[in-house]
């Protein structure tokens, strides 16, 4: 009993090692005659490929895939040569459409520019430029300080953040990532702004100082702030006073009214004197005797009038 059912067991595992070996071929041989049939041809780096390079014909090369590349892959040459690198491409790596700049775009920190941005320099120095830890690819607050029109000299300067979550393009004449992490001291820092932004930039550099403020990237939102004072250091509370907050243009004196000239003189009439009439009767006979009321000195003699005879 024991050696039949060690003979069935045996024939069992021949059996099935020969279907699993058949499987196996017949397997293998379609997964190769469907790679054989599936290779795709895609464009690819090289070599490293940083930020602001002008791809070259040796720059790039044409391999072939087992499967197929990226939707957006460059899938010829020509499409890649002569076009600028506006997000490091390293070797090996497919090329992608949005790591490229435009046809005619040219190269350089220029072809790195989205449509409808702009890319404004600003002059820092050690503190302003965060002692050199502002690289490209960083995100900056800009933060202003002065005295704003009509402000009251007794509060002193006045520190307000201008804008916020501003991309830092180039530092000095770098447009790439600082790999080692170790800072470089720049004079002149290229911010990537909006039109309006960069209305906003020019002014501020010209009538304040500008301060930037490095940020996580990671962090998107916007903070609410007031300003600060230089006179609220001082008193405890970082609160602008409302008189001063928001200073009031000062108001016109009011003009004086004209005074209306004075009409002409008009002479007035002299009033005739009206003569005193006294009757005087002598029996039948009357009189009357006219006396003026204002008389000179030599007219003071009474006049006699006509007489009445009854």
Known sequence: MNKRLAVVLAFALVVSAGASFFL???????????????????????????????????????????????????????????RGVVAAIYEGEPILEHRLAAKGAGAGMAATIPMGMRAVAMRVDDVAGVAGFVTPGQRVDVLIMGAPPNWSPALGTLSKTLLQNIEVLSAGQQVQKDTEGKPISVPVVNLLVTPEQAEILSLASSQARIQLI????????DSKTTGVAFASLFSGSQALPATTATPQAAQPRPRAKPV??????????????????????HGSRKAETKFPQETKPQDTKPQETKKEEK
Do not use: C
Request: net charge positive; glycine share 6%; aromatic share 2%.
């Open 24 to 82: 196996y071929k017949v397997i293998n041989a379609r997964l190769g005659s469907t790679q054989a049939g599936a290779t795709h041809e895609a464009i690819v780096a090289a070599k490293d490929l940083g930020v602001g390079t002008l791809i070259k014909d040796i720059d790039v090369k044409a391999i072939t895939l087992n499967s197929p590349p990226p939707p957006n892959a460059v899938k010829k040459l020509e499409d890649a040569a002569g």
């Open 260 to 281: 209306p000239p004075r009409p002409p003189a008009v002479a007035k009439p002299v009033p005739v004197p009206v003569p005193l009439v006294v009757e005087i009767i």
């Open 214 to 221: 490095l940020r996580n990237p990671m962090d998107k939102e």
